[in-house]
Structures are given as C-alpha cells and as structure tokens.
C-alpha cells in the first residue's frame, strides 16, 4: 500500500439502480434515512469504498470501514485515516497513514461573511478581516471556513464546540487553535471552482486523484 496521502475530488452522482459497492451494514443504515439522504449516504460511501478499495487490494464491500450516518469515517487500526466532504454535486475524499480532515465548498458561495466572522471566528481574526474590501472579506471568510471544518475532522470535534478557537492567519499562512496551541499543516487548493481544504500532518504531500 502506498505510503503518500491521496486526495480525490468527484462527482458525488450514484446511479440509484445500482450496484452499489456498500456493505450490508451500510445499506440497513441507509434505508431509514430520508430520501435525499440516502442518496448521498450511499453515493458518499460507494465513492469511499471504491477508492479505498484500489489502495488496499479488496473488494470494496471487504473493506474494513466503519461510517455510520452523521459520524467521521474511520478505518480498522493499522489502514490508516479518511475523511470526506459533501458539497451540492461534488465529493472530496481524503485517505491518510496520519489523520487528516478536509472540506469543499463552491468558491461562489454567496455568505454573509460579515456576520459569520463576527459570530464564530475569533476576534483577533476579525480585526485583520475588518481591514479588507468586502469582496475580498468574503473570500477570506470562506477559505478560513472551509480550513477551519477540515481542521475540526481531523481533530474529530465538532464545529459547535471548537470552530470559535480555530483561527487562520492569511497573512502567516498558519492555522491554529488557540487553547491548545496545535498549528497543523493545511492546504487549500482551487480546483474548477471548488475550495478544497485539506488539513493534517501530509497534507501538503497529498497526491491528488
């Protein structure tokens, strides 16, 4: 298996007639969501099993992946780490010796900008973001949010307990959480108008798919 991170951004689409390279867990789980989330839920984790599935030699159905509705990915103990982000048609995909999180949004996402960073980003941050155009604001505000939820999966937190004491630094290009000190690496890459954040020990040695 190879040892460099590998990143994949795709088209989250599934034909829903199948067959889907899920396992029967999977399936059970997906039949009592709604519908539009079942959708995703199976396309979501086809994708992942499929991709996985090159890097480990197996059947995707054999891979050992424990992704139940709402909670982080994870691999068995020795396979290494995953994640995966969701945007309208888009999927991004991430596999790791080292944890690693990532997240995608479309680079035209209209926001408030403004009333996000006042509400969830920490003060020293908005005090640098106050000193820019808005257009430019708004772009700043949503790369640092997308770093931000990648670094939150890495971590394996959540956004309502910890995106307030992540903060990015645009002019040190650093990341950091600022009660615990850690300062990951982290890349955000624009890929055919997707920002695509991927953050973790090899995220900038991360082979792109």
């Known amino acids: ?9 795709q088209p989250l689409a599934l034909d829903e007639a199948g067959p889907w ?10 039949a009592v969501l709604p519908p539009a989330v079942q959708q995703r839920y199976r396309a979501s984790r086809h994708h992942l099993r499929v ?34 982000s969701h945007s309208r048609d888009q999927l991004l995909l991430a596999w790791s010796h080292w944890p690693i999180g990532v997240d995608l949004e479309w680079q035209q996402r ?9 509400r969830f980003f920490p003060s ?4 640098q973001l106050q000193r820019l155009a808005p257009p430019q604001r708004a772009a700043q505000v949503l790369e640092s949010w997308v770093r931000k939820e990648a670094a939150i999966k890495w971590q394996r937190s959540s956004l309502a307990s910890d995106l ?8 040190r290009q650093r990341l950091e959480h600022l009660l615990e000190g850690w300062q990951p690496r982290s890349v955000c890459e624009r890929r055919n ?17």
Not at 1 to 9: D, G, I, K, N, Q
Not at 21 to 30: G, T
Not at 110 to 118: D, H, P, T, V
């Open 1 to 9: 298996m190879s040892a460099a991170p590998r990143v994949w951004l």
């Open 21 to 30: 390279a899920i396992s029967a867990v999977e399936q059970a789980w997906s």
């Open 51 to 84: 991709r996985l599935a090159e890097l480990l030699q197996l059947r995707p159905e054999a891979v050992p992946l424990h992704s139940p509705p709402g909670q982080a990915p994870t691999l068995e103990q020795g396979l290494g780490c995953v994640s995966l």
């Open 110 to 118: 209209r926001i408030q900008a403004e009333l996000l960073a006042r």
């Open 124 to 127: 020293q941050e908005w005090l």
């Open 164 to 171: 307030r004491h992540w903060r990015w630094c645009a002019d």
């Open 193 to 209: 108008g997707w920002l695509c954040a991927v953050v973790g020990e090899a995220a900038e040695q991360a082979i792109w798919g």
